[in-house]
């Protein structure tokens, strides 16, 4: 699963502080859209940042200048520890293979941003993959997963099937649930632990940005329950 690093694009994680973005890293907003069912289906562009070579992104949740710090880490005390497993993606992986594709899930990255579940969700749709329609639908799902939680694989190379990005940093907003969700690193951008640990670099990632994961530096999907908002 580990790409090679770009260059400059990197996220260093200070202790119980923000994330400091290098690189000229382009920042928006992603919406997640969904149809009549509420079901997820697919990902609206919204607001574009204007560039800068560098900035510091809120990990607490409590800056008054959201989505960038302005210091509140400091006046909340906020414990910003790294507890998330520093495995490689395929060594923490369960595998579901089926007869054309296969499914890798690493269940502790989940943002709940709930792309896998349309359709019969992906952990069945695995197991159908040689109807050509199910086999759509299987890798369009797993690849808007933000998190990069869920990797559909193509038996026959042995290759991960995955969407292609440029280096990028998107906030990801959930309106169907009425809450702000994390930063989406994409395209293989280097993070760095507090203590100099070089994560493993992954096409996709999603960070905690409300502050409350148990999974730091990674999301668990706490924003959707103690309804996390950027704008306030």
Known sequence: MSQNKVMGAKVQISKNGPYIVSGDVPLSKEIIGVNASGESIKWEQGQKYPSQEQYALCRCGHSRNKPFCDGSHLKTDFDGTEAANRQSYIDQAKTLRGQNLSLTDVESLCAFARFCDPH???WGLV???????KSRHFVNQT??????????????????????????IALIEDPSKACSGPAWLRGGVQLIGADG??????????????????????CDGTHVSIGFNDET
């Open 197 to 218: 640990f070089e994560y493993e670099v992954r096409n996709r990632m999603t960070l905690c940005r409300c502050g409350a994961s148990q999974n730091k530096p990674f």
């Open 127 to 133: 197991y159908e993959t040689d109807d050509p329609l």
């Open 143 to 168: 690849c808007d997963c933000p998190s990069g939680r869920l990797v559909a694989w193509d038996n026959n190379t042995g290759k991960p099937i995955e969407p292609e990005y440029e280096p990028s």
């Open 120 to 122: 019969g969700q992906v």
